[in-house]
């Protein structure tokens, strides 16, 4: 039967190839009308007879970055269309939003190893449904003259499909081929070894020899070597200046599956487009399997690993079977390196695989894992700038916090984030360019500008020097506020728990309990104030926290002589020290006072070794004492100082107790919903002990799935609050 229809799409729907989608399913049903972008939507009017398997194919096979979120059918009258067609934009607001790069898509790959194809071997293939896109961007509206992609003119056969409405790359941007496009070089020293596919073929031999080489991605550079050669990595951590943080992993799904248990939600994660590093538990040791050196990841339980995504990683992995160490190029914790002179004059690598299609905009990976659904720990390549629904007014910039930063603006009933900015220590400059490119890019005027109250952030110093209206935010009213409206939920019980955050009494908090709605916060438990001596030094001296611990309770007996002469000095100034409730202090003090970690080499090592510690199928727990609104765990530390049993049994039954003491607190307030924030909750092991006392005892408990969990989430949360000021 003959039908017309007019269909409107909600969702992500622009920039990810949605309108040469639905003209090809269109052209294979024979349906004549239009499609168009109106808005944020997509608005397609259909005439013919195969409806249903139009309507079908339009829900079923739509590209891999498309979401969507609505779709509304009405029965219209009909107008006799000849021919269907894509017609151009009438409104303003189209291109206001962004795609993130994407992954090679499985057809463009099909291409790439299909020796017929014209585009074999070709590390640049991409199409409407893959490819660069937020980080070749300069400008909007986005075509090629705004993209990095400017310096390369389509040859013949590349324009006939970019013009060509049936082909994938139909409006393809970065649309090229060996003929008109970049080309890869392999360089040592600034001398050019190699071009095209003889620089990937040398580099894969080069890894295999146990050298550094820096890989050109999407973002950004990466520094590769043999994840399985031991010398290579130790030789790889002396030069990034990082001692133990664990580093990021490449390989393809097979030898992933050897090394780590990984579920079907996980690979679901690992093979998605956004392609995160996935954050999965390491099988048993076993050196038959060709294990990752130790120096990987030291005492951790999981690996991070990533699949391939660019073109030149898919050709890198057909040439060699090993995982390989993928790390960002930088120092410490500076920005990633993403210019080719920045990372030649690095020293930082051996050899140098780059090529001449420059990175306009820095973007790390992104780190996610799977607890109760996905958590993203670090949101960047493949998920910004995507825009995520929530109720907000429009003209709000975000400033966020101080490590782990990313900002954020909102247009109209979007809040767009910005990638992981990182430290601002470090990546200050970063953070200002980024904001005008933001700013500039969605055509974006700041009305009311939102920031931590912390005064030295230098996010708050940014906001302060602006002009115009400004709003200061309690940083864990920030935090909490973001869990609420990524779940959608107007009021709940918070838990704030952290590394610290600047409280409204001057003291730094960070482990709180809060009732919350998007106008302000009760504070009602939180964790004893204690001093932090020595200021912000107690945060990478964990020892210090122990000491400060052991005073209160009278046990310095239990500290070495070395240490108890420090605290002679320190205990003079105690009155002078900041007081923290902070939960990561907490878990800082117990590593340090079980013999796990004295000092943290990367931020929330000594937590982070705790957790790796703690036998996860420990029953036990320790007491601790409520009382009014402070909540004490002195008499857990006083039974651990005197307790004879092993680390791990401690370290697990430490957890249990956290999760007690929240569940307490919980069922004596009584609101249902729980709202769970805080760098704290990057904790495995607590977050799934925390959500399973809670959903067992009938709470409904909420987390963080689309913005992180840790300080990257302040922005969103910012934006939020003050998105939804009159
Ligand atoms: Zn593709
Ligand atoms: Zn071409
Ligand atoms: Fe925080």
């Known amino acids: ?62 590209p891999p970055m498309a ?8 029965e219209i009258e009909h107008r006799r269309f000849k021919d269907f ?21 499985d057809e463009c790959l099909r291409e790439l190893f299909d020796p017929e194809d014209r585009r074999y071997l070709y590390p640049f293939i991409n199409c409407t449904n893959c490819g660069p896109r937020f980080t070749i961007i300069e400008s909007l509206p986005y075509d090629r003259e705004r993209t990095t992609m400017k310096e390369f003119k389509m040859c013949k056969a590349c324009e006939n499909e970019y ?4 082909s994938r790359r139909f409006h393809a941007q970065p649309d090229c081929c060996a003929v008109c496009g970049p080309e890869v070089e392999l360089l040592s020293n600034e001398k050019e070894i190699a071009k095209g596919n003889e620089a990937v073929k040398i580099s894969a031999e080069l890894l295999l020899e146990g050298r550094i080489v820096a890989i050109k991605g999407l973002g950004g550079f990466h520094l590769a070597c043999d994840a399985t050669d031991e010398r290579a990595v130790e030789a790889l951590r002396v030069r990034k200046g990082r001692e133990s943080k664990p580093f990021a992993l490449m390989a393809p799904l097979k030898l992933i599956k050897d090394l780590c248990e990984v579920s079907s939600e996980e690979e679901e994660l690992l093979l998605s487009p956004r392609r995160p590093i996935v954050l999965l538990r390491r099988k048993p040791y076993d050196r038959t399997t060709g294990a990752v050196a130790e120096s990987v990841a030291p005492y951790n339980r999981y690996l991070g690993f990533m699949l391939p995504y660019t073109p030149i990683h898919h050709i890198l992995f057909s040439l060699l079977n090993k995982p390989l160490v993928m790390t960002s190029a ?29 990175i306009h905009t820095r973007c790390d990976d992104s780190v996610a ?16 700038p995507e825009p995520i629904e929530a109720r907000v007014s429009e003209g709000v910039l975000a400033c966020g916090a101080h490590t782990k930063n990313t900002f954020a603006i909102t247009l109209k009933g979007k809040v767009i984030m910005s990638q992981h900015i990182g430290d601002l220590e470090e990546s200050y400059p970063f953070y200002e ?46 935090h909490i506020c973001s869990c609420m409206a990524e779940n959608c939920i107007d009021e709940a019980l918070g838990i704030a728990f952290d590394g610290s955050g600047y409280g409204t009494d001057g003291n730094i908090w960070g482990g709180e309990f809060m009732v919350c709605d998007f106008e302000g916060f009760e504070r009602i438990a939180y964790l004893e104030y204690i001093p932090m001596p020595g200021g ?77 510690m703690a036998d996860e199928n420990e029953k036990g727990s320790y007491d601790a004492g409520i009382k009014g609104d402070t909540i004490s765990f002195l008499p857990m530390i006083e039974e651990i100082v005197d307790s004879p049993e092993k680390k791990e049994k401690i370290a697990g039954k430490f957890h249990n107790t956290i999760a007690n003491v929240i569940l307490e607190v919980c069922v004596n307030e009584g609101i249902k919903d729980i709202a769970l924030s805080g760098g704290v909750f990057q904790n495995r092991l607590l977050l799934k002990k925390t959500f399973d006392l809670l959903t067992t005892n009938g709470f409904r408990v909420h987390m963080h799935h689309r913005v992180p969990t840790n300080d990257g989430c302040i922005s969103f949360g910012q934006a939020c609050i003050a998105g939804r000021r009159e």
């Open 1 to 62: 039967m003959e039908k017309a229809l007019r269909i409107k799409i909600k969702g992500i729907v622009q920039g990810v190839g949605f309108r040469p989608f639905v003209y090809r399913i269109a052209r294979e049903n024979n349906i004549k009308g239009f499609v168009r972008n109106e808005g944020g939507m997509v608005v397609i009017e259909a005439e013919g007879s195969n409806m249903d398997s139009f309507l079908k194919a339009l829900k079923e096979r739509k």
């Open 433 to 478: 360019e980024e904001i005008e490119h933001f700013k500039s890019i969605f055509s974006f005027k700041p009305a009311l500008i939102a920031y931590d109250l912390h005064p030295e952030y230098l996010s708050t110093k940014y906001a302060i020097a602006q002009e115009g209206e400004k709003i200061g935010i309690q940083h864990h009213h920030a």
């Open 67 to 74: 979401e969507i979120m609505d779709i509304k059918v009405d």
């Open 536 to 612: 912000a030094k107690a945060i990478e001296e964990p020892w210090r926290m122990k000491l400060a611990y052991l005073s209160k309770i009278g046990a310095l007996s239990f500290a070495s002589e070395e240490e108890r002469e420090k605290w002679r000095i320190l205990s003079k100034f105690l009155d002078r020290y900041p007081l923290t409730s902070s939960a990561g202090r907490l878990f800082d003090a117990v590593s340090a006072l079980i013999g796990i970690r004295d000092v943290s080499r990367y931020e929330g090592e000594a937590a982070i070794a705790l957790e790796m």
């Open 163 to 166: 013009r060509d409405p049936a």
């Open 85 to 105: 067609v894509i017609e151009s934009s009438e409104s303003s607001d189209e291109g206001r939003f962004l795609s993130p790069d994407i992954a090679t898509c």
């Open 369 to 384: 894992f799977i607890q109760n659904g996905e958590i993203v720990t670090r949101r960047a390549r493949g998920y910004a």
């Open 330 to 358: 930088n120092i410490s914790e500076s920005p990633i390196i993403h210019k080719n002179e920045e990372i030649l004059s690095s020293r930082l690598a051996d050899f140098y695989l780059t090529h001449n299609r420059e």
